[in-house]
Every structure is written in structure tokens, then in C-alpha cells.
């Protein structure tokens, strides 16, 4: 499965760094996180990551394969 989680701002390199298993692209004051999700406790973790390095998620979904 492959998700993208919007995030509010721009996330530093720092931050883009503790998501080494996606990719990321900044576009109108947000930050976008893409890439596979293995499985639901893997979306769970990644979403548990944004909220304890304090990230405001604004949208998270599911891309078509």
C-alpha cells in the first residue's frame, strides 16, 4: 500500500530524516510524506512518529497503486 500524510510547514532535514522510509516534497507551507506502508501497525508507528516530534498531520491517505 502506498499512503501520503500532509503535514503543516516545512519540516526541516532533521525531521524528514526520522521518516527514512519515505520520500518527501514541500509545497504550499506543507510538507508531503509518501512512500509504501507495509502494513496497518506500520501507518499506526508512522502517525505515532508525527505526533511525538510534534508534526500537525493536515490529511493522510491512500494512493492507487
Not at 532533521?14 to 509504501?36: I, K, N, W
Not at 508512522?46 to 490529511?59: D, H, I
Amino acid at each position: 500500500m502506498r499512503y501520503e500524510i500532509r503535514v503543516e510547514g516545512h519540516m526541516s532535514e532533521t525531521l524528514t530524516r526520522a521518516f527514512p522510509e519515505l520520500d518527501h516534497v514541500v509545497m504550499s507551507g506543507q510538507t508531503v510524506l509518501f512512500g509504501s506502508v507495509v502494513d496497518e501497525a506500520h501507518l499506526y508507528g508512522l502517525l505515532a512518529r508525527c505526533q511525538s516530534l510534534g508534526l500537525r498531520v493536515l490529511e493522510m491517505r491512500q494512493l492507487p497503486e
